[in-house]
Nanobody, 117 residues
Framework: QVQLVESGGGLVQAGGSLRLSCFSS????????MGWYRQAPGKQRELVAA???????NYADSVKGRFTISRDNAKNTVYLQMNSLKPEDTAVYYC???????????WGKGTPVTVSS
C-alpha cells in the first residue's frame, strides 16, 4: 500500500504562485510515473501534469508555460510549481502514482488551491 501526502495548497491572488509537494511512501517511487490532477467544483478530475521515471513531462494545454512538474527521487517527492495563477486554476489538486507494470494507481487526499481575482 502506497500513501501519498500532498501539501502546499492555499489561497492566493491571481498572478501569484504556489508550490505543491507530494510525498510518497512507496519503495519504488523512482521508477513510477507521477502526476498531478485537479478537480474543480462540478467538473471532472483532469490531468494537470505528469513526469516519468526518466523525467519526461507532459502538461495540460491550460497550464503549459505556467506550471512545472519535477521530482526528487532521493526524497520520494514530486512537486508542482504553479506560477501566474488564474481564478480558473481553483480546484482540489491530487497527487497520483502509477505503479509500473501493474495498472494500479494510488491517490492522495488532495490539497485545495483557491485563486482569487
Amino acid at each position: 500500500q502506497v500513501q501519498l501526502v500532498e501539501s502546499g495548497g492555499g489561497l492566493v491572488q491571481a498572478g501569484g504562485s504556489l508550490r505543491l509537494s507530494c510525498f510518497s511512501s512507496g519503495v519504488i517511487f523512482s521508477i513510477n510515473t507521477m502526476g498531478w490532477y485537479r478537480q474543480a467544483p462540478g467538473k471532472q478530475r483532469e490531468l494537470v501534469a505528469a513526469i516519468t521515471r526518466d523525467g519526461i513531462t507532459n502538461y495540460a494545454d491550460s497550464v503549459k508555460g505556467r506550471f512545472t512538474i519535477s521530482r526528487d527521487n532521493a526524497k520520494n517527492t514530486v512537486y508542482l510549481q504553479m506560477n501566474s495563477l488564474k481564478p480558473e486554476d481553483t480546484a482540489v489538486y491530487y497527487c497520483n502514482e502509477k505503479i509500473i507494470g501493474t495498472g494500479v494507481d494510488y491517490w492522495g487526499k488532495g490539497t485545495p488551491v483557491t485563486v482569487s481575482s
